[in-house]
């Protein structure tokens, strides 16, 4: 969602903080702005609707420069996108303030604020705390204490960072419900969301806890828990290839991350050695908590949901273990009753997504077994805040629309029902049949690449519809339904995924000739009874489009059109079957000319409620 960036430097860091805006053009924004503290004490300051190309522009006929700054992209939640209401906010032509997150008691602060004779120029929930930090300052008291004290009076979520003129080698910055980190250099350091906007700055890093505060300088940092007391947190160096980000040959991220899966499933699976699992790549203790274990809860938002609905049938059919799936938005605030020995598992592609994040906090005292999250990153929220953790191997992911990040989570919950599995009687000849299966994915998925160019001709036949129905049977049904999410994310055409059992039950009323079918069609027990939900579409004039298995038997005739999938073990078909909805989506998207990689209205990580 929203980004920070923040510096405080011996140096001018007008460049550092919108290199950093660049590197978080991902996460999703509607504008973009940033404020520096000059050599004569004064607040420069330039905020633009759109893109971080516009704050670039300005830079570059109008520079403002300076040893201490910060930045800022936003997605608007409060006020619609406009100069007025991008960020950073000041106040008095002292104070600058960035915000991520949601003041939920902004309106009250709001009025009483302006009874003490603030302006508000902006409908932003941000506003109310530059207001609050410059009534404190203005008393005399230091930017460190108006923080301690504004954050006092917040509630919701937030990750501030702030400057003041009167103390012009200081970003003094608060983190509760929302991501921020702190980046360590020599004679400088630096705040932000996300690792990858300091990348090019540092390799250090410090994960600020919930609650901290942090005063940061040229000559040194210093952080406080929310008390206020010093406290020292552990810091980290980040490894890895930085130009892991760059596009190389490919015209968008999420054809390249398309591309990658193949290497990012043969990563992900290399944790485990031998012919089978180990409960340890889990984590610490896991062996003990699955020997306790009875019963799951997944609990996950939007791609990642859909990976638990895919879970549910493995953990059920391989590890005979029920598996209740919730999305993590609703799973909080109901009335809920957990199964004795149930383990808790979050999923989580950034490791910081709010509901997810909010689930796990807000489970009871030993309502659960433990708590085991997947996700891609390390360090993360919920990988801290997890009794376990399973980490995906599959680097950075630009694209707002997951693909890679999708298929390693479901590879992922593979492992996790052959281990949990192995704890309830799987046989040894079953476990080494599904390790070797895991083994045969990366190739499965380079074959499916390959029909890449039969699935672009495909899509032209989408371009010009308004609406699309996916159809999928047993654990096709979530494979149909990511593949729903992804042509609605990028081509803002109305998709939706249905069993295909239940098309007699109301979907068939909206089936014609301008709402093409996509079905998912492998080779497996249930084909027969697709098949007979297929002709049902058929009968009513539908437009099909099925991604068969080569031996399913469908061939191409007036008003379907096949799609021949590679011959797959039934165990791996989810991952195959989404990688070509995945090429699917891509293609119309790119026809239909909208932004594949940052689509309207959308975030990469969604850090607010």
């Given at each position: 969602m929203c980004g920070i960036v923040a510096a405080t430097a011996r140096r001018e860091v007008s460049e550092i903080l919108l290199e950093g805006l660049r590197r978080l053009e991902y996460r999703g924004y509607d504008s973009a702005g940033m404020a520096l503290i000059d050599n004569e004490h004064r607040l420069q300051l330039h905020k633009y609707q759109g893109k971080v190309a516009n704050l670039e522009e300005a830079q570059t006929l109008n520079p403002i420069l300076g040893c201490t700054g910060i930045a800022h992209t936003r997605?608007?939640?409060?006020?619609?996108?406009?100069?007025?209401?991008?960020?950073?906010?000041i106040s008095g032509q002292r104070v600058a303030v960035v915000h991520n997150g949601i003041i939920e008691n902004h309106q009250a602060l709001r009025e009483e604020l302006s009874d003490a004779g603030y302006d508000f120029v902006s409908a932003t929930d941000t506003e109310v705390i530059v207001h609050l930090l410059h009534s404190k300052v203005n008393e005399g008291i230091s930017l460190f204490d108006a923080m301690r004290y504004t954050v006092s009076r917040l509630d919701g979520a937030y990750a501030l960072a702030?400057?003041?003129?009167?103390?012009?080698?200081?970003?003094?910055?608060?983190?509760?419900?929302?991501?921020?980190?702190?980046?360590v250099g020599i004679g400088e350091h630096f705040l932000a969301s996300d690792t990858m906007a300091l990348r090019q700055v540092t390799d250090r890093f410090i994960y600020l806890d919930e609650g901290d505060l942090v005063v940061c300088s040229a000559a040194g940092l210093a952080i406080y828990d929310r008390g206020g007391e010093p406290v020292q947190r552990e810091?980290?160096?980040?490894?890895?290839?930085?130009?892991?980000?760059?596009?190389?040959?490919?015209?968008?991220?999420?054809?390249?991350?398309?591309?990658?899966?193949?290497?990012?499933?043969?990563?992900?699976?290399?944790?485990?050695?031998?012919?089978?699992?180990?409960?340890?790549?889990?984590?610490?203790?896991?062996?003990?908590?699955?020997?306790?274990?009875?019963?799951?809860?997944?609990?996950?938002?939007?791609?990642?949901?859909?990976?638990?609905?895919?879970?549910r049938y493995w953990l059920e059919d391989i590890?005979?273990?029920?598996?209740?799936?919730?999305?993590?938005?609703?799973?909080?605030?109901?009335?809920?009753?957990?199964?004795?020995?149930?383990?808790?598992?979050?999923?989580?592609q950034s490791g910081e997504t709010a509901d997810t994040l909010a689930a796990l906090r807000h489970a009871a005292p030993g309502e659960f077994v433990a708590s085991l999250v997947v996700a891609n990153v390390d360090n993360s929220s919920l990988v801290r805040e997890s009794d376990m953790a399973f980490l995906t191997r599959a680097g950075i992911e630009i694209g707002v629309a997951s693909t890679k990040a999708f298929t390693t989570?479901?590879?992922?919950f593979l492992m996790l029902a052959l281990v949990l599995g192995r704890h309830r009687g799987l046989t040894a000849e079953r476990e080494q049949q599904l390790v070797e299966g895991l083994r045969l994915l990366p190739d499965l998925v380079k074959q499916t690449l390959k029909i890449d160019p039969q699935i672009e001709a495909m899509s032209s036949a989408f371009i010009q519809k308004h609406h699309a129905l996916f159809l999928g049977r047993g654990i096709q049904y979530p494979v149909a339904m990511e593949g729903a999410l992804k042509l609605k994310e990028i081509s803002y055409i109305h998709a939706e995924a249905y069993p295909a059992g239940e098309l007699k039950h109301g979907p068939l009323a909206l089936v014609d000739a301008d709402m093409p079918i996509v079905a998912v069609a492998p080779n497996d027990d249930l084909l027969d009874k697709?098949?007979?939900?297929?002709?049902?579409?058929?009968?009513?004039?539908?437009?099909?489009?099925?991604?068969?298995?080569?031996?399913?038997?469908?061939?191409?005739?007036?008003?379907?059109?096949?799609?021949?999938?590679?011959?797959?073990?039934e165990v791996l078909q989810p991952v195959i079957y989404t990688v070509a909805l995945q090429l699917l989506a891509y293609h119309v998207a790119l026809q239909k000319g909208t932004d594949v990689d940052k689509p309207r209205n959308l975030a990469k990580s969604v850090t607010v409620e």
């Open positions: 997605w608007a939640t409060h006020g619609q996108p406009s100069a007025a209401n991008a960020h950073p906010h702030a400057i003041d003129t009167h103390c012009p080698e200081e970003v003094v910055a608060a983190r509760s419900g929302s991501p921020l980190v702190v980046g810091m980290k160096r980040i490894s890895g290839d930085i130009e892991d980000a760059d596009l190389g040959d490919f015209e968008h991220y999420m054809l390249k991350e398309i591309y990658e899966q193949p290497m990012a499933l043969a990563a992900t699976f290399a944790k485990a050695v031998g012919e089978k699992i180990d409960d340890s790549i889990f984590g610490e203790g896991a062996a003990k908590a699955f020997a306790k274990t009875q019963a799951i809860q997944i609990v996950a938002c939007g791609t990642s949901y859909h990976a638990g609905l895919v879970a590890a005979g273990i029920p598996c209740q799936v919730e999305v993590a938005s609703e799973f909080r605030y109901r009335k809920r009753v957990a199964h004795p020995g149930t383990l808790l598992v979050t999923v989580s989570q479901l590879v992922g697709l098949k007979s939900n297929l002709e049902e579409v058929r009968s009513r004039g539908g437009e099909l489009y099925v991604f068969a298995d080569v031996d399913a038997g469908f061939k191409d005739e007036p008003g379907v059109h096949v799609l021949a999938m590679p011959h797959t073990p």
